[in-house]
């Protein structure tokens, strides 16, 4: 009988090579899987599905993981504000731990002897799959061909165009990863650093001229309503707010970032719903949490961010530091108010009844309620003190 692999199938050039060479070359029953993380369209998957048949499958398999990778992952990054280097919702970063987790889980279930991936060996997905897949089957052996020959681009078209396996490869020639948190882009620009993408290279485009007005409303830091329509199913208010954002090319970005294998990389990426998001839902707990809860949320939210960047998903702290963000949430509840225009938003401002700024203790920069102008002159007196003693004592010792 011949070795079972499970492939891990994205339809894109470097998995449809890995598909060709496991079968024609190495001889193996091959089975593919589709993880899918709320970027394909139903017929984006059914394509999927008849290439790798194409390709020489046995079977192939679509999973969909999109409501887990919200529960487990997208809600705490929301509460964390997690942007990679301030810049990037590490979209594929997060996705690719579910991925692993769901591909891994179905190698297992169909007895599979190999489980494959398509990564490079000079990126960060490698670490992932691999990592994931070897805490959860370590008896399950990875395959890597694409890692293993050091393969070019332009040798797997070749090889793929020399087996005839006929595809559109002129679209290949942009590495195109879409999920619910974002799209990244790579391309020949990407690994220069003084190039930036082509406009034809994000897959959404500018189709809206105008302004408009996006309102989002959170409940415990969790989005409730869009525009006054009420969500239960948080995916589909995230996608409500890509379908209402995206057409005016909203979130997009280059990422130059520390690789977990020690180099520097830059991606592209187009994220409309999740910067707006992230960014609407920072604004509410400026209003909503007290200094030391921000101030404690940016460290704790800075440390999964990067732990969840760095494969370490399956890591104990990381449970620990989503309950601390649960937690935090508490009070952030209302509506923010954003403006749409063409490449850009603004956030105009919040409507919570949890504002730490609607109080009857004063109004900044404008009226005192609960203190006298004398209570802030000893109040400074006091606070002064410590700056005081040192430089008193600096000058005693002709320091200043």
């Known amino acids: ?207 809206a001229t105008g302004t408009e007005t996006l309102t989002i409303e959170f409940e415990k830091g969790e989005i409730a309503a869009v525009n006054g329509e009420k969500f239960e199913n948080k995916v589909s208010a995230i996608q409500k707010i890509e379908e209402i954002a995206a057409k005016y090319a909203i979130g997009r970005d280059m990422h130059i970032g520390d690789t977990i294998i020690g180099i520097k990389g830059r991606v592209g990426f187009e994220a409309a719903a999740p910067m707006i998001i992230i960014n609407a839902h920072k604004m509410l707990e400026k209003h909503t949490l007290t200094k030391w809860q921000q101030y404690w949320k940016d460290q704790l939210g800075n440390w999964y961010g990067m732990f969840l960047h760095e494969s370490q998903y399956l890591e104990p702290v990381m449970r620990d530091m989503e309950a601390f963000l649960q937690s935090s949430q508490e009070n952030v509840t209302g509506k923010v108010i954003v403006n749409l225009a063409p490449y850009r938003y603004v956030l105009v401002g919040v409507d919570s009844p949890f504002d730490l700024m609607k109080t009857d203790f004063g109004e900044y920069g404008e009226v005192n309620k609960a203190w006298t102008a004398d209570d802030v002159k000893g109040f400074t007196k006091i606070l002064g003190n410590q700056m005081k003693i040192y430089h008193n004592v600096q000058k005693r010792n002709g320091k200043e």
Request: aromatic letters at 12%; hydrophobic letters at 35%; charged letters at 25%.
């Open 1 to 207: 009988m011949k070795e079972k692999v499970l492939l891990a199938f994205s339809g894109g050039l470097d998995t449809s090579f890995c598909a060709k060479y496991l079968t024609e070359e190495k001889g193996y029953e091959l089975y593919t899987a589709i993880a899918n993380t709320g970027g394909f369209s139903a017929e984006e998957l059914k394509a999927v599905e008849e290439r790798a048949y194409k390709l020489g499958a046995t079977k192939h398999f679509t999973l969909d993981v999109t409501e887990e990778y919200y529960e487990k992952s997208i809600k705490y990054m929301v509460y964390g504000n997690v942007l990679r280097n301030g810049t990037y919702p590490i979209s594929v970063s997060s996705e690719r731990i579910f991925q692993a987790i769901a591909i891994i889980n179905c190698a297992k279930e169909i007895g599979a002897d190999y489980v494959a991936h398509g990564s490079t060996g000079a990126g960060n997905d490698q670490v992932r799959f691999d990592l994931t897949f070897e805490v959860l089957a370590p008896n399950i052996k990875i395959l890597t061909p694409t890692r293993d020959m050091v393969l070019t681009r332009e040798y797997e078209i070749n090889y793929l165009k020399d087996h005839g396996y006929e595809a559109d490869f002129k679209k290949m020639e942009y590495s195109i990863n879409k999920g619910l948190w974002g799209t990244s882009i790579g391309g020949k620009e990407t690994l220069k650093s003084d190039q930036t993408l082509p406009e034809e290279a994000y897959p959404s485009q500018m189709t």
